[in-house]
């Protein structure tokens, strides 16, 4: 977060390339656009979205957040779906080693950047550490109304009726809030977020999170960000109040029962297990000794 | 008549100008509409009607002249220099716009209970349980089954799409509605029951509405008092009877005279 001027890239780095991939005067534009976004808080700002060497959906827009506040000296940590050995965590982590030669770690702890797809990590964050988001959607009333004009003037006019519209179907349709993912906010009592496809899980960690939340589209061309220590509340109805998930098992392998938990299909005949979908918690509370149902002690 | 009614107007409009073009849309229109009333605006296709509609809502802007509503907090207030915020409150709460075509008031991916709820929410409940004791006591005011109340409007027939869009106009309590055709493209028995069920609703909540139809029959049912528009220009105002019964205007002769006695 160093980088007002442009960072040497260290000597692992592919050369020829400018640090994180960028151009200065991209980065610059970029951050301009995330100060207005921490300025406002849930407030999504437009930017010059770039073409990045990847498609659309696989991260674009968080790239080009890291590219514009990481620097030399940053710990980068890259998770997809909790994990930090899936495809898109792999493919993002090497392109910031080649193209910045930063320092990259899988522990939460260790980490001063972390990008991540679909999930907080269990470990809580600190102040200084910077979360940023990939948002594939970042506009939280866009199924109910598809003009772009009109979801801007209802930002404006606060008119968010219509939010509570789609709760109060969920609940006429299913007898409960069904919505589990991209599950609509409210930040620091102004701006309705769609705090991207992370399950509700992890929405009271947004609240007052000790650490700066950046979220990029890349294909919708929009940044928006939560302050460190800013509320974020879940919308809900007073006699239906929000509630994350809860699952009847452990993890299999940690024993954990306060994580989120993956199920994973073991064969054809039914068998499955739970796992941890943060892969970090779950190795350091194996480290640590705790053992679940099918796991070995390390 | 005026007497029946509050002494000051609900709403009041001066010297309104709209042209699209050479067409005169509205051509120095004034007319006032007293709390309680409901006010009929007459004539044939393209003579203004649903322009005249529209620029008394706040939904277009005139050229020229002043609309002027009492709100709530009382004061006269000119709907066309207010804020976009405050206009929107006050379409959400006080006043109501009952379209021609269902389909443009309705939500029709939204069941009816969220069609109705919807301005409850947007004003700011928050209780489930209520929002949907408010639906079902509404979809009953309108003679709708209580038990479709999770139905998507488009498996609705017409004239209970209409009713439904009635309902969720009228869940607020508005003071005012707009009703642009509300009988138009229902047939002649729906229709009816439309209007006896409007005229009740009028009655009951003490609404003041400006309908704007081609239909003197739907006219002569619902309002107080009509206005005759001739491109863009009102023509004969009076009491509906004594307008229908009586027109004074050579248009407004031709019109009566061409309705088909049956």
Known sequence: ?298 | MKTVFSESPLLQAEGIEKRFGRVHACNDVSLDLYPGEVLGIVGESGSGKTTLLNILSGRIEPEAGVVEYAVREGGMRDVHQMGAAERRMLMRTDWAFVHQNPRDGLRMNVSAGGNVGERLMAVGARHYGQIRDTAVDWLQKVEMEAGRIDDLPRTFSGGMQQRLQIARNLVTRPRLAFMDEPTGGLDVSVQARLLDLLRGLVGDLGLAAIVVTHDLAVARHLSHRLAVMRRGEVVETGLTDQVLDDPQHPYTQLLVSSILKA
Request: glycine share 6%; net charge negative.
């Open chain 1, 1 to 298: 977060m160093t980088a007002v001027q442009s960072e040497t890239p260290r000597a692992e780095a592919d050369s020829g390339y400018n640090f994180a991939y960028l151009d200065e005067q991209t980065k610059r534009m970029i951050r301009r656009a995330i100060l207005k976004a921490v300025a406002i808080p849930g407030y999504q700002v437009p930017f010059a979205s770039r073409e990045m060497p990847m498609p659309y959906g696989w991260g674009t827009g968080g790239v080009q957040v890291t590219a514009a506040v990481i620097g030399s000296d940053d710990v980068l940590k890259v998770i997809d779906q909790g994990s930090d050995d899936t495809t898109n965590a792999v493919s993002i982590r090497s392109f910031f080693v080649r193209t910045t030669g930063v320092e990259t770690t899988e522990k939460t702890r260790d980490a001063t950047l972390i990008q991540t797809r679909h999930r907080v990590p269990e470990t809580p964050l600190s102040e200084d550490q910077i979360l940023v988001y990939q948002v594939p959607i970042p506009e939280p009333l866009r199924f109910l109304e598809p003009r772009e004009t009109e979801t801007r003037r209802m930002h404006a006019l606060e008119d968010y009726g219509l939010m509570h519209v789609k709760l109060y179907e969920d609940i006429a349709h299913h007898g409960h809030i069904a919505t589990t993912y991209a599950y609509p906010v409210k930040v620091a009592g102004r701006y309705v977020m769609d705090p991207s496809p992370t399950p509700k899980f992890d929405n009271p960690k947004m609240n007052h999170s000790p650490a700066l939340q950046l979220f990029g589209a890349g294909r919708e061309k929009r940044i928006y960000a939560i302050p460190p220590h800013t509320e974020v509340v879940s919308l809900d109805f007073e006699d239906h109040p929000f509630e994350v998930q809860q699952w009847d098992n452990a993890c299999a392998l940690c024993g954990a029962t306060d994580s989120f938990l993956d199920e994973v299909i073991m064969d054809d005949a039914g068998k499955r297990m739970f796992v941890c979908s943060d892969s970090d918690y779950c190795e350091e509370r194996r480290a640590a000794g705790h053992v679940g149902e099918e796991g070995v002690p390390l």
